[in-house]
């Protein structure tokens, strides 16, 4: 009878065993914990072997690892329209509000580690929290702190790729083209009527 993976297995103990693995514990030390037994892994090595042989138990175990790495790549899966946000965000905002919120920044964390003298606590704006998101880098220069931001028309060309622009331009291009042609062999067309 097979056992439904998603449910914790019949006996707690094992289920203790599989959910320590799960949480990173080492397998002979998880044993250990649940069974007891002698203090050192090699004893408890061949008893864990077995026991994660056990079909039921190596499909909980997979399981489980599966519902994590699901979880990071739910979260992790951006929707065209964050994309698209950020790209918009990154073509219109001026790179000097870029370097302004990132220079406020820099001052706000020294203010926070104590490396500046005691001063009001230094607040970045709202707005200019935003921008932050956008500082790619950050680079010592003789004028102090620069920051830098992506490529605006990197961000362009992103977009247009995103958008799939880049192909109906190109669909649009090859039409304008033809059509061109066209034109061209109908005025061809009528003047050699004309001519005749």
């Avoid at 449910?7 to 514990?25: A, N, S």
């Avoid at 073509?91 to 964390?109: C, D, F, G, R, Y």
């Amino acid at each position: 009878m097979a056992v439904d993976p998603s449910l914790p297995l019949p006996r707690q103990p094992h289920e203790d065993v599989v959910q320590l693995i799960f949480k990173g514990i080492p397998q002979g030390q998880a044993w250990r914990a649940v069974y007891g037994g002698s203090r050192s892994d090699s004893s408890a090595a061949p008893k864990v072997s077995q026991f994660l042989k056990r079909p039921a138990v190596a499909a909980r175990l997979t399981w489980l690892r599966s519902q994590v790495a699901q979880a990071a790549i739910d979260e992790a899966v951006l929707t065209e329209k964050c994309v698209l946000r950020w790209l918009r965000d990154v073509i219109e905002t001026p790179a000097t509000l870029v370097q302004q919120a990132a220079m406020l920044h820099t001052l706000a964390l020294a203010d926070e580690l104590g490396d500046t003298k005691p001063t009001d606590p230094i607040a970045i704006p709202e707005e200019l929290r935003k921008v932050l998101r956008l500082v790619n880098q950050v680079r010592p220069s003789d004028a102090g702190l620069i920051s830098g931001m992506p490529s605006k028309m990197d961000a362009v060309k992103a977009a247009i790729a995103v958008l799939g622009a880049d192909k109906a331009a190109m669909a649009q291009a090859k039409a304008q083209e033809a059509s061109t042609d066209n034109l061209a062999q109908l005025v061809a067309f009528v003047r050699a009527r004309q001519d005749t």
